[in-house]
T-cell receptor, first 114, second 111 residues
């Protein structure tokens, strides 16, 4: 158990809908990272937050957004969902903001868009 | 373009064999991360290294910065080592493109 929690574990929704994925980092970790893992693209970095502020942006679509709250949990919002958004979404946390830090991964949220 | 290549893509071996998984990257990096993904999907961080060698139990990771290459070794392999092993490179330039993943090596250890 990494100490990182993600909810929900599974999510099935229809195209065009909007969903919110939630992540709670390990106690004491200030940085949260979001990743998408699809069958054809593998793991891709989406976005990073550090202590409430956006730190780095990767291959995140404009339909997706994220935020980190004062209690350090983070939410990833996915809107106007398409079939291609079906994937595993992981969050990870680390103590510091630099991305060259050991990251601890949550169990992931499996999103299925039908 | 920052690229990370892993080999082999798939590997099946017998219990007890010595396993080597390779990772090559195209541009300079700050550090390299080895991850293990279990069949259920969960990801575990194995190592983060920027030089030399690290060892944890039966796992050993090495990196050669000059040759832009890292290896993950498993000694006395066991069926519970069956998983996907992924390397991820933190590139020196930083920025949004600074974190690139390999496509993973699917390892199966047969009893």
């Amino acid at each position: 158990d990494s100490g990182v929690t993600q909810t929900p574990k599974h999510l099935i929704t229809a195209t065009g809908q909007r969903v919110t994925l939630r992540c709670s980092p390990r106690s004491g970790d200030l940085s949260v990272y979001w990743y998408q893992q699809s069958l054809d693209q593998g793991l891709q970095f989406l976005i990073q937050y550090y202590n409430g502020e956006e730190r780095a942006k990767g291959n995140i679509l404009e339909r997706f957004s994220a935020q980190q709250f004062p209690d350090l949990h983070s939410e990833l919002n996915l809107s106007s969902l398409e079939l291609g958004d079906s994937a595993l979404y992981f969050c990870a946390s680390s103590v510091h903001g630099g991305r060259v830090n050991e990251q601890y991964f949550g169990p992931g949220t499996r999103l299925t868009v039908t | 373009k920052n690229e990370v290549e892993q080999s082999p893509q798939n590997l099946t071996a017998q219990e007890g064999e010595f396993i080597t998984i390779n990772c090559s990257y195209s541009v300079g990096i700050s550090a390299l991360h080895w991850l293990q993904q279990h069949p259920g999907g969960g990801i575990v961080s194995l190592f983060m290294l920027s030089s030399g060698k690290k060892k944890h139990g039966r796992l050993i990771a090495t990196i050669n910065i000059q040759e832009k290459h890292s290896s993950l070794h498993i000694t006395a392999s066991h069926p519970r080592d069956s998983a996907v092993y992924i390397c991820a490179a933190f590139h020196s330039g930083g920025g949004a493109d600074g974190l690139t993943f390999g496509k993973g090596t699917h390892l199966i250890i047969q009893p």
